[in-house]
C-alpha cells in the first residue's frame, strides 16, 4: 500500500509541475537540432522554437528566437481552446430552439413558427432532424405563418474585421450568425457521368432549394481530373449558386470540394421547411428573419455537443468558423449580448493575462481562429500556456485529446513519417509565408516534452520549414 501512495503522490506532483530531472539526452538533443536549424536552408532569423519538459517554469531543452513575435496563424486556435475550456463548464451545451406565439387549432398552427440559435457550432442535418422530431409530437400538420429565423443571440456581423480582408468561397471562410447549419458550409461532390462526353454527375450536401448547381462539367478519358467549384451568391432570391466547370475522367474517383455560404439565416430556416416537408408538415408562409418575444412558447428544443466535442471539431480540422462560434458564445457567457468577437477577444485576453501571466506588450490578439496577419505571440509564451494546461485536471484530458494526432487524425494524419506517427498531438497553423506546429511529444521512455515551432519568411522556404519541424521531432524521439 505504502508503494501505491508513494506512485500516486509522485504521479500528482508529476503532473502540476513539479519539476523533474529528464532521462533524455538533452545535451545531444540540443546539439543535433542545432545543425539541423543551420542545415536547413531556412533563415534562423525567421525561426521561433521552443522545447522542453512539460511542466511549469521548466528550462527549455532549445530555444531560438522564443522571446520574439511571431505571427501564429491557427496556432491561435490553442488560445481559444485553452479559453473555452476556462470559461464554461465542461458539461456546457449549446441550444437551439423552436418556439411561437401563434395558437394551435386541431392539427394547425396558426401563426409563425420561429426557429432561435443560441450559438451552436455544432448544428448540422442530424441536429436538424431530431429538433424536427421533436416538433412532429406537437401534432402539428399544418403552419399558417411563417418559419421567422432568429440569430438576434450574437450580432450580425458575418465577417469579422479582424479576418483577413479578402474573402472567398472556401468553407474556411465561412459566415458567423447564431442561428448556423452544417458550418455554414455545403460539401460538392463531382462523378464522371455513364459515359465519355456525358455530364458529370454533381451532388450537393446537405442539399436544399438554397442551394442551385449549375452543371457545366463533363466526362472525359480516363482519369484526367479538371474540375473547377465555384460559388456566387445569388441576388435573386436568399440563396447560392454552384458552379461546376471542367473534365473529369470516366476512371476518376469522386471529387469533393468544399463551399462556403452567404448566408446562414436562410440557410437554415430553408432546411427546416424542407426537413418539416420531409415528415409531412406543410408551411404556408416564407421564411424571414425576425425576433422572438418573451412571450413565445417553446416547442422543441435541442442541446447540441458539449463543449469537449466542440473544441476538438475547432482544433482536430482547424475550423475557423467554430473558433469564432465559441468566441462571440464567450462573449454571451460573460454577460455581453449579443454576442460579438470585440467582447469575447477581451474576455479571452483576461484569461491570458490574469490565469497566465501574458504581458500585452508581448503578444496580440485580434482574431480567434488566426485568420489574420495581425495576432502575434511569442513560443515562449504559448509554450507556458501548454504547460499550464498540463497541471490542470479539470480539463487536460480533454485539452489534450482535441489536439490532432500525428498520422491518426486531422491536420497530422498524413503531415509526418511513421517515426513520428503517434507520438505527437499538435496543433497546425498555415498562412501564407507562415508555418506552425505546437503541442506535445510522447517520448518513448514515457516522458512528455513541450514543443512550439514557427516559421514566419518567404513562402518558398515553407517545404524546408516543414521538413525541419518533422527532423526535430525525430530527433527529440529518437534520443
Do not use: C
Not at 418556439?99 to 455544432?122: E, M, R, Y
Not at 472525359?220 to 473547377?228: E, L, Q
Not at 408538415?281 to 425576433?291: A, Y
Not at 473558433?323 to 477577444?345: V, Y
Amino acid at each position: 500500500m505504502r508503494h501505491i501512495l508513494t506512485s500516486l503522490i509522485l504521479t500528482i506532483f508529476a503532473s502540476t509541475g513539479v519539476k523533474a530531472e529528464l532521462t533524455v539526452d538533452t545535451k545531444k538533443i540540443a546539439e543535433k537540432i542545432d545543425h539541423q536549424v543551420r542545415v536547413s536552408g531556412v533563415s534562423k532569423s525567421d525561426l521561433g522554437i521552443w522545447l522542453g519538459p512539460s511542466a511549469i517554469g521548466a528550462n527549455n531543452i532549445y530555444e531560438l528566437n522564443s522571446e520574439k513575435l511571431f505571427i501564429p496563424a491557427s496556432l491561435t486556435k490553442i488560445l481559444t481552446a485553452y479559453a473555452s475550456f476556462k470559461t464554461f463548464p465542461m458539461s456546457h451545451k449549446f441550444k437551439t430552439q423552436l418556439l411561437t406565439q401563434g395558437k394551435f387549432a386541431d392539427d394547425k398552427l396558426n401563426g409563425n413558427l420561429i426557429l432561435k440559435g443560441f450559438g451552436d457550432p455544432s448544428f448540422t442535418s442530424e441536429s436538424m432532424w431530431v429538433l424536427v422530431n421533436h416538433f412532429v409530437r406537437t401534432g402539428v400538420k399544418e403552419i399558417t405563418g411563417d418559419i421567422v429565423v432568429d440569430d438576434t443571440y450574437f450580432d450580425s456581423v458575418r465577417f469579422d474585421n479582424t479576418r483577413e480582408p479578402s474573402r472567398v468561397d472556401r468553407a474556411y471562410d465561412a459566415p458567423i450568425g447564431a442561428m448556423s447549419f452544417n458550418w455554414n458550409s455545403v460539401n460538392v461532390y463531382v462523378r464522371p457521368g455513364l459515359k465519355v462526353g456525358a455530364p458529370a454527375r454533381i451532388y450537393a450536401d446537405p442539399m436544399s432549394s438554397y442551394i442551385k448547381v449549375i452543371n457545366r462539367a463533363t466526362t472525359a478519358k480516363g482519369k484526367v481530373k479538371n474540375i473547377r467549384v465555384s460559388r456566387i451568391k445569388d441576388d435573386s432570391r436568399p440563396g447560392d449558386t454552384i458552379i461546376v466547370a471542367g473534365t473529369i475522367g470516366i476512371e476518376k474517383e469522386e471529387v469533393v470540394s468544399y463551399k462556403s455560404i452567404t448566408e446562414p439565416s436562410f440557410w437554415s430556416g430553408i432546411h427546416l421547411k424542407e426537413f418539416l416537408d420531409q415528415r409531412g408538415i406543410t408551411l404556408k408562409g416564407k421564411i424571414v428573419k425576425g425576433k422572438a418575444t418573451p412571450e413565445a412558447t417553446v416547442l422543441a428544443e435541442l442541446e447540441g455537443s458539449d463543449l469537449r466535442k466542440v473544441v476538438t471539431d475547432m482544433m482536430k480540422f482547424s475550423n475557423n468558423y467554430v473558433a469564432e462560434m465559441l468566441t462571440k458564445n464567450i462573449s454571451t457567457f460573460s454577460g455581453n449580448k449579443p454576442g460579438n468577437i470585440a467582447d469575447g477577444i477581451e474576455q479571452i485576453r483576461k484569461i491570458l493575462e490574469t490565469n497566465l501571466g501574458f504581458k500585452k506588450e508581448y503578444y496580440s490578439l485580434l482574431n480567434p481562429s488566426g485568420l489574420t496577419r495581425k495576432n502575434r505571440i511569442r513560443p515562449v509564451d504559448l509554450s507556458h500556456l501548454l504547460n499550464k494546461a498540463k497541471s490542470n485536471f479539470k480539463f487536460f484530458p480533454e485539452f489534450i485529446a482535441s489536439m490532432p494526432i500525428s498520422g491518426i487524425d486531422g491536420t497530422l494524419k498524413e503531415k509526418f513519417s511513421e517515426e513520428v506517427d503517434i507520438r505527437v498531438r499538435a496543433k497546425t497553423g498555415l498562412l501564407n509565408g507562415v508555418s506552425g506546429l505546437a503541442g506535445y511529444i510522447g517520448h518513448p521512455n514515457g516522458e512528455t516534452l513541450t514543443f512550439t515551432f514557427i516559421y514566419n519568411g518567404n513562402q518558398g522556404n515553407i517545404d524546408k520549414a516543414v521538413v525541419l519541424f518533422e527532423n526535430i521531432l525525430k530527433t527529440v524521439i529518437s534520443n
